[in-house]
């Protein structure tokens, strides 16, 4: 649901290109099928959250890439794997850093 006074705003166009909202990230970047990140909400409601500073969304068309993204460190968590026994996967990791296809986040150290 669009606020009224938003769609006034930026008209039916600018609803596919621009974000309004009060959660707990900020759209920062957005390129149709490419990436979409988001920096933390410093007015966010809830004090001390969210705890990641950033999320990257990078858009991988090939499962293949998106496993071999993941196997090589260049991402935290991919989607829809090209293995039948997997349909998503993560690596595990001890820091709050995650980056690459499907969800990607950064806090400081």
């Known amino acids: 649901m669009y606020s009224p006074t938003f769609v006034q705003k930026v008209g039916d166009d600018g609803l596919k290109t621009q974000a309004v909202g009060c959660g707990p990230f900020t759209l920062v970047e957005f390129k149709p099928n490419e ?14 959250k969210p705890y990641f500073d950033e999320v990257v969304v990078k858009i991988v068309g090939d499962p293949n890439t998106r496993a071999t993204m993941l196997a090589s460190g260049d991402a935290d968590l991919a989607m829809n794997l090209s293995s039948p026994t997997s349909r998503s996967s993560a690596r595990p990791r001890a820091s709050r850093s995650w980056k690459g296809p499907a969800h990607s986040s950064t806090t400081s150290p």
């Open 35 to 48: 990436i979409i990140r988001m920096k933390k909400n410093p007015d966010y409601w809830q004090k001390g």
